[in-house]
């Protein structure tokens, strides 16, 4: 089970919970199964399949190039934060 | 862990491109001639907020040597969708729209429409022909004022705020209740311009094969390839975008301005078309970084341990939305091991230039705030102010609000290098007169870094050199520093490598030269490409030697007794299977964020409210410096670019969002007269993610001047600033106020 951390403005999603804990090989089959154990998330952190606007994915720390399709496994954290670039 | 013993990292090699720079030869997108060149000249708003009700070109149409006429009429109007193409996610109507301006203008300097004519002079003095109508609107300049109640509404809807980001972890509220010191302050920063010194320029032709070829000052070829595609409704492949030599960018060279407007006037014209920016156009029409508003509240017990922080951060956007703020929450408690944390973070639109990044885009706010209330607690507790940071510093393990735990970071490391130097404990000396005061401050910082994809091909020469060429554009050296590790894994001088930045025709997608990337993520797609170079020769040499095990190390390939220099080897290429090339593409993760710190000393006027900067340290967590040259270099330019945020720089707004101090004689930038020689330390803690240990130093240098030298100067004069820049009238302003 990925350890993911539900972004501050959608833990009302979550019954106020930081961290659930999620089955899934990829981040996508994370959020997939979030979904389900969260309906209220459905479409806040993945819409038409696709991370929704500003988004990015950071994956035991490190932002992932991969996004959905980023590998996990059961020790494996996941956050959702902000896109950034850079100057 | 053991150091790595290097031939080529670390060594201080002269820059490739060195001699066109200093002969003067290099080629700037403004210096581009080509046969039949036709020249542009643009119009620009001259409200910062109107509806445009009529836009007449007919007389400009008709001005002797005008060959065309553009607005925004002009682009196909393709259905709107959002897109990233390398700024970020946006609509393309806004991309469109910031490019020329349809319906409505948004702020002053918006362009509007455009003019291609035989000679820059007929193409100004036609432009001043294009009848303009505006119905002006009342406009909004800071994005406190954008978020109150009644405020004028850029692009409708019910508000300003176009995004709310926010953090929380552990209970803030709760946790401020054991607090033995808790600071809160509201600061504010003025709107600032990354201040390059090359303005935009951009030169188009499109062709009559329909393939459109773009020469321009860019930080991302492949962004304007992209955006210009998007916006002219071409496949990607109709459009080559060659990047000239940059003068600087800092972020504001990744937006794109002049390219799709040049397209559209060479398409009507048949011909090339030349557009260049003006100061003033670079001031009014390209992306500032935003000015702010900040509230930071930080508890710590008696021990100096931070138990709780909050930030409101309030960042202008400009006139369209995705503004640095996120980017700024992120960063405002980063260097802190803090464990309840509240973070509200509002992007806001306004009546000026759409933002754009700027070297550690919103970092460098939220550091003056945080940085400068710890300051406060550490006079508080009497603690000295570095020893309060080391107390609470980050290191790897240490979790961020937003959510991920650092992986190996060097903010400790950074702390105990400016304890360590001898700055730190030298005398201030004496004021230079009686109406001056001395002081000394401190600060860190924190930028992320970035990865983002990047390609390399580096073709083997017979006689033993070898040519490189990349996408990314050359900011500060990079030529060099990458080419510098492919020579490290080939085993040979740098200067045998010739590294060439190429067309997006010729090498594969490469990101943005930003986000302090290029030295670590195209250097990596150079390791990786210099790897295969090494792969494909120990093959032919094992051809050569009738066997399966070749070695190479040190620039000498060796099976049993038999050995071959790379040149030998080289020299053998034709007979043992032609050229070989090499090449690598990637999209790293594991950027490595670099924290770095400032001691400043500074003297005040009492008298004057004028602030010298005596003397200034810069201390950096590089990773590992592949030259150590040009991270120094990038250390002293995002130093030199802090203090002129702290002490002068910022856009003077009319009341009607007019800016009125559009030159580089009004907008006071520091100049060589204004500084002291910055000294540098560079810190390295290996990234462990990169070939190398690289991390990206062309950011977070910038995050920590402004506040340390705000906390120099209330450690002068025994007053805070709370506003961004602390120009004399401001200074002297908040000593009569103590007076």
Redesign the interface.
Known sequence: MAHV?I???L?AATAGR?WVEAPGATVGEVVAALEVLCPELQGRLVCDGRLV??MAI????????MGLLEPVDGET?V????????? | MSTPSYNVIGTRPPRHDGADKVTGRAIYAADFQMNGLLHGAMVRSTHAHAILKRVDTTKAAAFPGVVAVVTADDFPQTPDR?VDLG???TPVSHLRGNVLAKGKVLYQGHAIAAVAATSLQAAEQAAKLIEVEYEPLPCVLTAVEAMADGAPLLHGGDTNVT???????GDSDAAFAGAAVLIEREFTTATVH?GYIEPHAATVLWNNDGRVNVWCSTQGSFVVRDVVSCLLDLPVSQVRVTPTEIGG????K?PVYLEPVAALLSKKSGRPVKLVMSRRDVFEGSGPTPGSMMRVKIGADADGKFIAAQAFLAYEAGAYAGGMV??G??CVFAAYDIANQTIDGYDVLVNKPST??????GAPNAAFATESVVDEIARELKMDPLELRLRNASREGTRRA??????RVGCVEVIEAMQAHPHYSAPLGEPSHAEAKRGRGVAIGY???????SSCVISVNADGTANLIEGSTDIGGTRTSIAMQAAEVMGIPVDQIQPTVVDTDTIGYTG?T????TTYATGWAAHDAAQDVIRQMKLRAAKLWQTEAVDFADGVFRAGERAMTFAELAGKMSETGGPVVGQASV?????GGSFAGVIVDVEVDTGTGKTTVLRFTAVQDAGRAIHPSYVEGQMQGGSVQGIGWALNEEYWMNPEGRMMNASLLDYRMPTILDVPMIDTQIVEVPNP?HPFGVRGV??ANIVSPPAGIANAIRDAIGVRLYHLPMNPPAVAAAIGGQK
């Open positions: 951390h972004p501050a403005l833990r930081e606007r500003g950071a994956v035991d720390g490190e932002i992932s190039a954290e956050q959702f934060i902000t896109a950034i670039s850079g100057g | 959002i700024e970020g996610e995004a709310h980001v926010h953090h929380a972890m990354q960018g800092f972020g504001g990744i996120g980017a929450a992120m754009a990044a700027y070297r550690a885009p937003d959510g991920p735990k650092f992986r930028w992320f870094n970035i990865g983002l994809p943005v930003g986000g302090s990337r999209n790293p993760r594991g950027a993610a062309g950011e």
